[in-house]
C-alpha cells in the first residue's frame, strides 16, 4: 500500500514535470521543496535539487525587505540584502 502511493505519487510529479518541460520547449531546472522532498526526489527523473526551506527563506526575505522600508529600521535592510539561499543537489 505504501509503495504503492509512493510509486503513483511519483509518476505524478514526474509526469506532471515532464509535460510542463515539453511546453517549455527547452531544459529547466528543477528544485523540490518541503518536508518530503527528498524522498520525492531521490525517486524523480527530472528533479535536480532539493531545499526544505525555500518557500520559507523566501517569504522571511520578503518580511525584511517590508520591514526594512519602515523609517528607522536599516538593520532590517541589511540583512535583507545579504541572505543566502541554500540549494541541495540530489543525490542519485
Request: proline fraction near 4%; glycine fraction near 12%.
Given at each position: 500500500?505504501?509503495?504503492?502511493?509512493?510509486f503513483?505519487?511519483?509518476?505524478?510529479?514526474?509526469?506532471?514535470l515532464a509535460?510542463?518541460k515539453a511546453?517549455?520547449?527547452?531544459?529547466?531546472?528543477?528544485?523540490?521543496t518541503?518536508?518530503q522532498a527528498k524522498?520525492?526526489?531521490?525517486?524523480?527523473?527530472?528533479?535536480?535539487?532539493?531545499?526544505?526551506?525555500?518557500?520559507?527563506?523566501?517569504l522571511r526575505?520578503?518580511w525584511?525587505?517590508?520591514?526594512?522600508a519602515?523609517?528607522?529600521?536599516?538593520a532590517?535592510?541589511?540583512?535583507?540584502?545579504?541572505?543566502?539561499?541554500?540549494?541541495k543537489k540530489?543525490?542519485?
Amino acid at each position: 500500500m505504501q509503495s504503492g502511493l509512493y510509486f503513483g505519487y511519483l509518476g505524478l510529479v514526474d509526469g506532471m514535470l515532464a509535460r510542463i518541460k515539453a511546453e517549455l520547449g527547452k531544459e529547466a531546472t528543477v528544485v523540490a521543496t518541503g518536508g518530503q522532498a527528498k524522498l520525492v526526489a531521490r525517486g524523480s527523473k527530472h528533479i535536480e535539487h532539493t531545499d526544505e526551506f525555500l518557500t520559507l527563506t523566501g517569504l522571511r526575505i520578503i518580511w525584511d525587505k517590508n520591514h526594512a522600508a519602515e523609517p528607522g529600521n536599516a538593520a532590517a535592510a541589511q540583512r535583507g540584502s545579504r541572505v543566502p539561499i541554500p540549494v541541495k543537489k540530489v543525490q542519485p
